[in-house]
Structures are given as structure tokens and as C-alpha cells.
């Protein structure tokens, strides 16, 4: 039992990596009241996932864009999931850059970064 | 026919270079947005239907993105589903336009995001690459959370950052669960994993539904879903009232067609009805949706509000109807798709119209509509009776066909509650309609204020209400009473501009009516653009 639980560790640590921080960047997002952390978190729930496509990218077989000249024969690296998370890590940019705006926003017309503040704000307009 | 297909990267690609249009310009001159807006979705309009007309004589359009072999590159596709999807963004998004041009948010770096709206939309509804799919979500949600921030007060920008944590959580979920069922089976383009999933299910078939949970999660979030919805009512209540018509009316609709394109076209019918518990719990869902945004649709005060949990609960429906799994109700959800989407861009820009012209945001200021703006209330009434799904109009046909469906699947609690739904719209169009039609302006306004003043001894907001309510009863005027009233509404700081009515937002709202009765005739005409090749082909 526990050694198929090292095992499964030691062979799949990526995954359990993955899921950590996937649960740590939700959690920020549920859990923290400072809106800059929230998103943070988001970030950081993004980050799990690009790393579970780069952890999943090693195949077997052989490495398919580059015709004839590929010796390497055993574990190789995927490009597709590499192409994904790097569309992924521009999108996300986008989106953190968006998000940190609307949150300058939130603050010069609020005062507060925090959202339990920001309820009692806006509760009493 | 051969280079039809040409137009359908450019559908994405043109509305998106355009966008940085009315920026460059906007150094020069001041108000170009609007035209290059105009002129693009007018193009836009003309191209998918071309494209639509193609797709409904000689069958599906394909386009493969830099020639390369749909295994490892993206291919865009139009076939009977996303067509009908791709004509209603095009005319949507050049139909709000008329209002906008007066009404809406002004300014070149509204359009250009409205631009780039249009463009993620239709690059939703072409694209058959299921990793495409998310960067075209995430597109639609950037643009979506911009337009959102554009409204004038503090509010919209807490509802944009709202949205924006919980769209990009959903599309994140989504991505997880293409992950997994790129695990399972090495591709990512929709046709080919039609094709082999049915082998990966063998295979492993925990990846396969771990991989459509999230999926069925991350839709969930996007298309609004109880209890996943919260971010609905702020954001559409807060948007600025140009914008909330398209938002409302297209991307939750085009977030639904995609759920319902993986639900069908990739996963597959099969995939669905062998997995256990899997449509028990997507009909679940919807269902209690249908309620939960009924019922607090119903004691909502502002009507914007209240049109967005109505959005919760009619999209339970949809999402109900791609549970049940049979043709009909697939039909069903199509055409309600499309009904909806006229409808509420209509409500949402009547309620526009209503606000700009007439001052009322909440029901109660609704009271006497009828007589002061006889025309705009009786498109909003028929709009409302569209919702309800009396006989002869949009909202009947998609009712109809999902509750055929329920009935077909025998889940007779499922017919129940599509039944059931209509009386709850019932309930809250009811509201609005009693108090435009059967209930005077003046006499109940006074007592009601004074009653609330009586009451709660009188905030900031209530006095100024109180004094709006007592001098529009004092004088009958209607320029006064409008001169008065924003005067109260800048004192309880929402400072909003006035706009007057024009002919285009007026002529926005007579359209989305006489559309939402007509395509209550031409349901059967829908469905049959769907019938014969797409569902036998799905199902078959």
C-alpha cells in the first residue's frame, strides 16, 4: 500500500505537484479578501494547469515535425502541449493585465483592495 | 464553390485587425469607431450569410488554418449548427449598432473592443479545434469584461473584476479538461476525436469523464449555471445599456453552443447515454436552474436584474434539453438558443430605451409606462409574451420541441418542470406587465415613496426620491419630470448621462419584436435547417 503510494509519488510527482497548486490557487481565490491576491490566484491555478500539459508532453515514439532527422527513439517531448501552454501564458497575461486594471480602477474609486471592505463601501451607498 | 472557404478565417481575422482601426484613427479623429464598427459587422453580416447559404445548399464548409493536416493544425468549420449561430452574432452585432450609435458608450476604444467581441464570437462558432475553442472563450471573455468596465460608475468595474475571476476559473476548468481528453487521446481537433474517443473510453474511461466533468464544470461557470451564476446578474445589470443587449444576447448563447457542440459533435450521444449518471446530472442541473433563476428573477427590483436571472433560468433550459438526448429536444435547444438571444437583446434594449427616455431601472418605475411610451412598452410586452412562450412566437417553438424531447426520453419530471418554467416567467413578465399597463403613474408613486419614507426614516436615496416622485406628481410635465428626476440621480451619485431616444434604438427594439413573433412561424422552417443532415449524422 505504501509503496505503491511512494511509487505512484515518485513516478507521477508532477501530478501530485499539479494538484497542490491547483488547490492553493483556488483556495486564494475562494478564501483571500485581498482582491490582488485573488488574483494571484488565478494565476497560480493557471500556472497548475500549464504545468499538467508540460507533464503529460512526454510520448513515446518519435519526435513527428522534423522528417528523417529524428534519432531520438524512447520518451520524447510533444510540441503540441509545449505550443498550448504558450498560448495559454499569453492569454493569461491578457488576462491578468485586465484584471489588475479594473482593480486600479476599484481602488481609485474605492480606497480599499480588500473585498470584505469593499462590500461594507458599497453597503452603505 | 471552390474559395467559399476562404471566408471563414477571414470571418475571425477581419473583425479582429479592424479593432486597432478605430484606435490608430482615434489619434487623429474623434468619433470613427462607430463607422468602422458599422461597416465591419454590415460585412460580417453579408459573409456569414453567404457562408450560411452555402453551408444549407451544398453542406459543410471547411477550412484548414495553413494547410496543415487536421491531426496537428486548426481547422474552422460551418455546418448546419454553428451557421445558424454564426448569422445570428453577425445580424446581432450589427443590429445593436443602431442603437449604440446615439444610446450606447461612445468613444474609439468601445468599438474597437466591440470588434473583438464580435470577432471571439465568431471564432466560437467556427472553429472545430477544441484547444481553439478556449483561446476564443478567453477572447470573448476579455473583450466582455472591457465592455463591461466601460460603464460610467464604480460598480461596473467591481462586476467586470467579478466576472473576470470567475470566466477565466470556468475556462480554466475547461482547459483541465481538454488536457485530460487530450491525454486520452492525442488530438485536438473536434471531427478526429469524434472519432476516437469511443476507443480512449474503452480504453481508460476514467480520463474520458474526468475530462467531460471538467468540461461540464467549466460551461457551467460560463454559461451561468446555478449556483455558478453570481456573476450574471451584477454584470449585466452594471454593463452599460448598449452593451448589455449584445452580452446578453450572444455570448452566454455562444458559450451554450459550444457546450452543446462538445456535448454532441465530440463526446457524442453515445458517450452520453452510456455513462452513468452523466445526463441525470447535466438535466439536473438545468433544471434546477430553470427554478432557481425563476424564482429569483421574481423578487428582483431592478428590471436589468431581473432579466439577467431570467437569462439563468432559460439557459437551464437549453442545458436540460442537451441532457435529455433526443432529437427533438436537441432541436429544441437550438432554436431556443436563437429565440432567446433575439429576445433578450430586444428586453435588454427596451429596458435601454426605458431608462434613457423615461428614467425607470426598477419595476416600480415602470408604473404607467404604457401611456407615456405606448410604442416601446407594447414591443416590450410582446417580447415578455415571446419569453413566456405564447403560441406564436420564438420562445413557444423551443419549448416546445424540449418539452417533445422530455416526453420522448419519458423523464416526465423533466416535462414537468419545462412546463412549470413557463408560469415561472409567467411570474416575473407579469410583474412588469401589470405595472406598464394597469397601474398609473402618479397616484402610486406619491403614497409609495411616503410609505418608504415613513418607514425607514429616510436615506440620501429616498429623499431624493421623494422629491423627484412629489414634483413629478406636482407637475404632469414630462420634460420636468425627467429634468427633475436626474437631478435625484445624480445626487445618489450613479451620475449617468442622459441620452436621448433615437430612431435607431427605437427601431432596434420594433425589430428584435416583430423578429422574436416571426421566428415563431419559421420554427418549423429552423428546425428543418437542422433536421435532415446535421441530427441524422449526429445521432446516427
Redesign the interface.
Known amino acids: 500500500m505504501i509503496d505503491t503510494a511512494l511509487d505512484i509519488l515518485a513516478s507521477r510527482y508532477a501530478y501530485a505537484l499539479l494538484f497542490v497548486l491547483l488547490g492553493t490557487g483556488l483556495y486564494m481565490v475562494i478564501a483571500n479578501e485581498n482582491l490582488v491576491k485573488k488574483l494571484i490566484g488565478v494565476n497560480l491555478f493557471q500556472s497548475a494547469i500549464f504545468l499538467f500539459f508540460i507533464a503529460m508532453a512526454y510520448v513515446d515514439g518519435r519526435a513527428p515535425i522534423i522528417k528523417g532527422k529524428s534519432h531520438g527513439v524512447g520518451e520524447i517531448a510533444s510540441p503540441l502541449p509545449q505550443v498550448i501552454v504558450l498560448t495559454a501564458i499569453v492569454v493569461g497575461i491578457a488576462l491578468t493585465a485586465v484584471g489588475l486594471a479594473l482593480i486600479i480602477r476599484i481602488y481609485a474609486e474605492y480606497g480599499t483592495l480588500r473585498e470584505d471592505t469593499l462590500r461594507e463601501v458599497r453597503a452603505d451607498e | 464553390m471552390s474559395s467559399v472557404d476562404l471566408l471563414l478565417p477571414l470571418l475571425v481575422a477581419v473583425p479582429m485587425l479592424l479593432s486597432t482601426v478605430p484606435i490608430v484613427l482615434g489619434l487623429r479623429f474623434d468619433r470613427t469607431g462607430w463607422s468602422v464598427a458599422a461597416l465591419t459587422t454590415t460585412a460580417l453580416v453579408a459573409a456569414t450569410t453567404t457562408l450560411a447559404s452555402v453551408v444549407y445548399t451544398d453542406g459543410v464548409v471547411t477550412h484548414r488554418l495553413g494547410g496543415w493536416s487536421p491531426a496537428?493544425g486548426i481547422e474552422l468549420v460551418l455546418d448546419e449548427f454553428s451557421a445558424l449561430i454564426a448569422v445570428l452574432v453577425a445580424v446581432t452585432a450589427a443590429g445593436v449598432l443602431a442603437y449604440t450609435r446615439v444610446g450606447g458608450p461612445r468613444g474609439n476604444t468601445f468599438y474597437s473592443g466591440y470588434l473583438l467581441l464580435t470577432g471571439g464570437l465568431l471564432g466560437i462558432s467556427v472553429t472545430g479545434d477544441v484547444?481553439n475553442l478556449?483561446?476564443f472563450l478567453?477572447i470573448v471573455?476579455?473583450a466582455t469584461?472591457?465592455m463591461i468596465?466601460s460603464g460610467d460608475g464604480?460598480?461596473s468595474?467591481?462586476a467586470?473584476?467579478k466576472y473576470?475571476?470567475l470566466g477565466?476559473?470556468g475556462a480554466?476548468m475547461y482547459?483541465?479538461g481538454v488536457?485530460l481528453i487530450?491525454?486520452a487521446t492525442?488530438t485536438?481537433n473536434m471531427g478526429v476525436l469524434a472519432e476516437v474517443l469511443p476507443a480512449a473510453v474503452e480504453r481508460d474511461p476514467t480520463l474520458v469523464r474526468a475530462g467531460f466533468a471538467f468540461v461540464f464544470v467549466g460551461f457551467s461557470m460560463k454559461v451561468a449555471q446555478w449556483p455558478l451564476h453570481t456573476w450574471q446578474p451584477d454584470a449585466y445589470q452594471h454593463a452599460p445599456d448598449g452593451i448589455t443587449p449584445v452580452i446578453a444576447a450572444l455570448v452566454s448563447t455562444a458559450y451554450a453552443y459550444a457546450f452543446g457542440r462538445l456535448l454532441y459533435s465530440v463526446f457524442g450521444p453515445e458517450f452520453l447515454t452510456s455513462t452513468p449518471y452523466l445526463t441525470e446530472l447535466v438535466v439536473t442541473v438545468g433544471c434546477v436552474s430553470v427554478v432557481a433563476g425563476s424564482a429569483l428573477a421574481v423578487i428582483q427590483t431592478d428590471v436589468k436584474r431581473m432579466f439577467a436571472f431570467s437569462s439563468v433560468s432559460q439557459f437551464g433550459l437549453i442545458v436540460a434539453a442537451y441532457g435529455l438526448v433526443t432529437e427533438s429536444a436537441f432541436i429544441g435547444a437550438t432554436i431556443h438558443l436563437v429565440g432567446h438571444a433575439v429576445i433578450k437583446a430586444g428586453l435588454f434594449a427596451a429596458a435601454g430605451v426605458i431608462a434613457a427616455s423615461y428614467d425607470a431601472r426598477t419595476v416600480d418605475e415602470y408604473a404607467g409606462l404604457a401611456d407615456e411610451h405606448p410604442l416601446v412598452a407594447g414591443m416590450m410586452a410582446l417580447l415578455l409574451v415571446s419569453l413566456i412562450g405564447i403560441p406564436p412566437s420564438a420562445g413557444f417553438v423551443g419549448k416546445w420541441y424540449i418539452a417533445l424531447g422530455a416526453v420522448e426520453a419519458q423523464l416526465w419530471p423533466v416535462a414537468v418542470v419545462i412546463l412549470f418554467s413557463t408560469l415561472l416567467t409567467l411570474a416575473y413578465s407579469a410583474r412588469l406587465l401589470e405595472k406598464m399597463y394597469f397601474t398609473p403613474a402618479t397616484p402610486l408613486e406619491a403614497p409609495h415613496v411616503s410609505e418608504s419614507v415613513a418607514t425607514d426614516g429616510g436615506e440620501n436615496e429616498d429623499d431624493a426620491e421623494t422629491a423627484a416622485g412629489a414634483d413629478a406628481a406636482n407637475d404632469g410635465d414630462a420634460g420636468t419630470r425627467g429634468g427633475t428626476e436626474t437631478a435625484a440621480l445624480d445626487a445618489t451619485?450613479t451620475n449617468r448621462d442622459r441620452n436621448t431616444v433615437s430612431y435607431g434604438m427605437l427601431a432596434l427594439v420594433v425589430a428584435t419584436a416583430l423578429l422574436a413573433i416571426s421566428l415563431g412561424f419559421a420554427g418549423g422552417f429552423l428546425a428543418g435547417l437542422l433536421d435532415p443532415s446535421f441530427i441524422t449524422e449526429v445521432f446516427n
Do not use: R
Open positions: 496537428y484547444f478556449f483561446v478567453e471573455g476579455l469584461y472591457a468596465a464604480p460598480e468595474a467591481v467586470a473584476l473576470l475571476i477565466t476559473v480554466s482547459l483541465i488536457g487530450f491525454m492525442g485536438l451619485a
